[in-house]
């Protein structure tokens, strides 16, 4: 059993690889983009200073036009749109695109409801004090939540392993892919196992990773 | 310094409209010390609030130095902000940042650079009294030295006026003092205007020279401190200066009276037992001190005293009388009411 599983370790750590890569592009995609609608989510709220009945609803409505389509239809959904990006749509980086895709409504609703925490009365003493809104943002709201951005990083790039297997079984690669074509169309138990036993180990190293960091960056 | 001119805050909650402040008109001047006073709910900190536009009054003009606020442009409005200190019953601290860098924030916001900031928040720091607690947050300090970064935060750009929301209502006792000395030095050593909005009588004895009194929105008192502790004309003043001026008999004393029970204040610096024992000698009554006390309001005395006099009742009208003439003010408390408060 054990030269069955030395056998594929290159393919395993190709796949690995790959699925790293697709998890990584989504996450800095959802960083980029996420973090700034999320945060643009919670100014835009009423009471708050940016309040904005327009701006919060046409924002909320985008993000769940993409949250409530499964991930499985909107991979099937964006192939042309990776067609018409990439000209392909196989490969590690053509699946980030749709995991991008899901990645950034996920984390922006995270980053919106961490900010919801925050004491409204800093913010309230940061306008008092006569702040513009970008310094209360840069300086008060984006400090205040970063232990939750790091949570809801965690929790997205999770999800996001989970979702990147899907997109293995449509040409992305990874190791979804791999289990899929070993464990699935082989009967390949002993590999099944291995990719497995490999994303319980990574999930369990991302939220290691995220809540000691969390933990460190929070002066609470 | 501040006016405000028929200011009247509407809120909708659930479909209905509660009104905050209903139309209240006041003014304090510069150099002073204003208290608000009020149960939760009076609308005293939403009328605060509408001093430096945190809240937006639904009809009224705000005046600050001169100025409507509401003509400001945004950028203005900012500006002129910086010159309104504010603190907070829960501080608002930003619990990511360290005592300098809370400091600091109010200066960047105004622009100032780094090494003017440096400059500054080590000045305020030590106004307040807080040198060696720059690098700490906020989670290592108790609740007096939060209040007192909220100062030094509030005093960062130069204010004209501070503006406290409840600044010492989460504080104990002890802490409170020290709070309301700090502010009393602020106002004294930079000549701040302060207004001081609290439910606690003892804040606005401590501090206050002028004061107003809220319920459901309105202003139903309001004048000099002295006058207010000395002659409260509403009845929830009277119920505020009671908290201060306390003055309960056990009921078993209450139950050996015999004679008729009065209650005499005196003001300024008349000397009390003098008038009481010139009264004693010229008529035929005996009179028992059950209760005393000398208030300082605003360092001025108000004392009070509760007798109990016995005799002839034509030589107590007497002497009742002749107390009257002498004495700011005399309660008569027959049999009847004997069990109620005599403050």
């Given at each position: 059993?054990?030269?069955?599983?030395i056998?594929?370790?290159?393919?395993?750590?190709?796949?690995?690889?790959?699925?790293?890569?697709?998890?990584?592009?989504a996450?800095a995609?959802?960083?980029?983009?996420?973090?700034?609608?999320?945060?643009?989510?919670?100014?835009?709220?009423?009471?708050?200073?940016?309040?904005?009945?327009?701006?919060?609803?046409?924002?909320?409505?985008?993000?769940?036009?993409?949250?409530?389509?499964?991930?499985?239809?909107?991979?099937?959904?964006?192939?042309?749109f990776?067609?018409?990006?990439?000209?392909?749509?196989?490969?590690?980086?053509?699946?980030?695109?749709?995991?991008?895709?899901?990645?950034?409504?996920?984390?922006?609703?995270?980053?919106?409801?961490?900010?919801r925490?925050?004491?409204?009365?800093?913010?309230?003493?940061?306008?008092?004090?006569?702040?513009?809104?970008?310094?209360?943002?840069?300086?008060?709201?984006?400090?205040?939540?970063?232990?939750?951005?790091?949570?809801?990083?965690?929790?997205?790039?999770?999800s996001?392993?989970?979702?990147?297997?899907?997109?293995?079984?449509?040409?992305?690669?990874?190791?979804g892919?791999?289990?899929?074509?070993?464990?699935y169309?082989?009967?390949?138990?002993?590999?099944?196992?291995?990719?497995?036993?490999?994303?319980?180990?990574?999930?369990?190293?991302?939220?290691?990773?995220?809540?000691?960091?969390?933990?460190?960056?929070?002066?609470? | 310094?501040?006016?405000?001119?028929?200011?009247?805050?509407?809120?909708?909650?659930?479909?209905?409209?509660?009104?905050?402040?209903?139309?209240?008109?006041?003014?304090?001047?510069?150099?002073?010390?204003?208290?608000?006073?009020?149960?939760?709910?009076?609308?005293?900190?939403t009328?605060?609030r509408?001093?430096?536009?945190?809240?937006?009054?639904?009809?009224?003009?705000?005046?600050?130095?001169?100025?409507?606020?509401?003509?400001?442009?945004?950028?203005?409005?900012?500006?002129?902000?910086?010159?309104?200190?504010?603190?907070?019953q829960?501080?608002?601290?930003?619990?990511?940042?360290?005592?300098?860098?809370?400091?600091?924030f109010?200066?960047?916001?105004?622009?100032?650079?780094?090494?003017?900031?440096?400059?500054?928040?080590?000045?305020?720091?030590?106004?307040?009294?807080?040198?060696?607690?720059?690098?700490?947050?906020?989670?290592?300090?108790?609740g007096?030295?939060?209040?007192?970064?909220?100062?030094?935060?509030?005093?960062?750009?130069?204010?004209?006026?501070?503006l406290?929301?409840?600044?010492?209502?989460?504080?104990?006792?002890?802490?409170?003092?020290?709070?309301?000395?700090?502010?009393?030095?602020?106002?004294?050593?930079?000549?701040?205007?302060?207004?001081?909005?609290?439910?606690?009588?003892?804040?606005?004895?401590?501090?206050?020279?002028?004061?107003?009194?809220?319920q459901d929105g309105?202003?139903?008192?309001?004048?000099?401190?002295?006058?207010?502790?000395?002659?409260?004309?509403?009845?929830?003043t009277?119920?505020?200066?009671?908290?201060?001026?306390?003055?309960?008999?056990?009921?078993?004393?209450?139950?050996?009276?015999?004679?008729?029970?009065?209650?005499?204040?005196f003001?300024?610096?008349?000397?009390?037992?003098?008038?009481?024992?010139?009264?004693?000698?010229?008529?035929?009554?005996?009179?028992?001190?059950?209760?005393?006390?000398?208030?300082?309001?605003?360092?001025?005395?108000?004392?009070?005293?509760?007798?109990?006099l016995?005799?002839?009742?034509?030589?107590?009208?007497?002497?009742?009388?002749?107390?009257?003439?002498?004495?700011?003010?005399?309660?008569?408390?027959?049999?009847?009411?004997?069990?109620?408060h005599?403050?």
């Open positions: 059993m054990m030269d069955r599983v056998a594929i370790l290159p393919e395993l750590n190709q796949a690995f690889l790959e699925t790293l890569l697709m998890v990584s592009i996450l995609v959802a960083i980029l983009i996420g973090l700034p609608f999320g945060i643009l989510l919670f100014v835009t709220d009423r009471g708050l200073f940016l309040e904005n009945v327009v701006v919060k609803r046409v924002a909320g409505l985008v993000i769940n036009l993409i949250r409530s389509v499964p991930f499985v239809i909107l991979l099937v959904f964006l192939l042309p990776t067609q018409f990006l990439l000209n392909t749509t196989i490969g590690p980086l053509a699946a980030s695109v749709s995991l991008s895709v899901a990645a950034i409504p996920f984390y922006a609703r995270i980053v919106e409801s961490s900010a925490d925050i004491d409204k009365g800093v913010i309230e003493a940061a306008i008092a004090v006569g702040a513009s809104p970008w310094m209360i943002i840069k300086s008060i709201i984006l400090p205040e939540v970063k232990p939750g951005l790091i949570t809801g990083l965690t929790i997205t790039a999770i996001l392993i989970g979702y990147s297997a899907m997109a293995g079984t449509i040409g992305g690669g990874g190791i892919d791999l289990a899929i074509r070993y464990g169309y082989r009967y390949d138990n002993t590999i099944m196992f291995t990719t497995v036993i490999v994303l319980i180990v990574l999930v369990q190293v991302v939220q290691y990773l995220g809540d000691l960091i969390a933990r460190v960056v929070s002066k609470r | 310094m501040i006016k405000l001119e028929n200011i009247t805050k509407k809120y909708s909650s659930k479909g209905k409209e509660i009104v905050g402040v209903d139309d209240v008109t006041l003014s304090v001047k510069a150099g002073e010390v204003f208290g608000i006073v009020g149960y939760s709910g009076a609308g005293k900190s009328l605060l509408c001093i430096n536009l945190l809240e937006k009054p639904t009809s009224g003009k705000v005046f600050v130095d001169g100025v409507n606020l509401h003509e400001l442009s945004p950028k203005e409005l900012r500006k002129a902000r910086q010159s309104i200190g504010m603190i907070f829960g501080f608002h601290l930003v619990s990511s940042k360290t005592v300098f860098e809370n400091v600091a109010a200066l960047r916001a105004a622009g100032a650079d780094k090494k003017q900031i440096k400059q500054r928040v080590e000045e305020l720091l030590a106004l307040v009294g807080l040198e060696d607690r720059k690098d700490q947050y906020p989670a290592q300090l108790s007096g030295q939060k209040q007192r970064v909220s100062i030094a935060r509030a005093l960062a750009n130069q204010p004209k006026i501070l406290c929301d409840e600044a010492t209502s989460a504080l104990d006792p002890g802490t409170t003092k020290s709070i309301l000395s700090l502010l009393k030095k602020i106002n004294k050593e930079l000549g701040l205007t302060i207004v001081v909005i609290t439910h606690e009588m003892e804040v606005v004895k401590e501090i206050c020279s002028r004061c107003a009194v809220m309105k202003v139903v008192e309001q004048g000099s401190t002295y006058d207010i502790f000395s002659d409260p004309s509403n009845p929830l009277v119920s505020f200066i009671q908290t201060v001026l306390n003055f309960d008999l056990p009921e078993e004393l209450l139950g050996e009276i015999n004679g008729k029970l009065i209650r005499l204040q003001k300024g610096s008349i000397a009390a037992e003098a008038v009481v024992s010139d009264m004693l000698q010229a008529f035929q009554v005996r009179g028992n001190i059950l209760h005393g006390k000398v208030e300082y309001i605003q360092s001025m005395p108000l004392g009070i005293f509760i007798l109990e016995s005799g002839n009742e034509t030589e107590v009208n007497k002497a009742i009388a002749y107390l009257r003439d002498k004495v700011s003010k005399v309660e008569v408390f027959d049999d009847g009411s004997r069990n109620r005599l403050a």
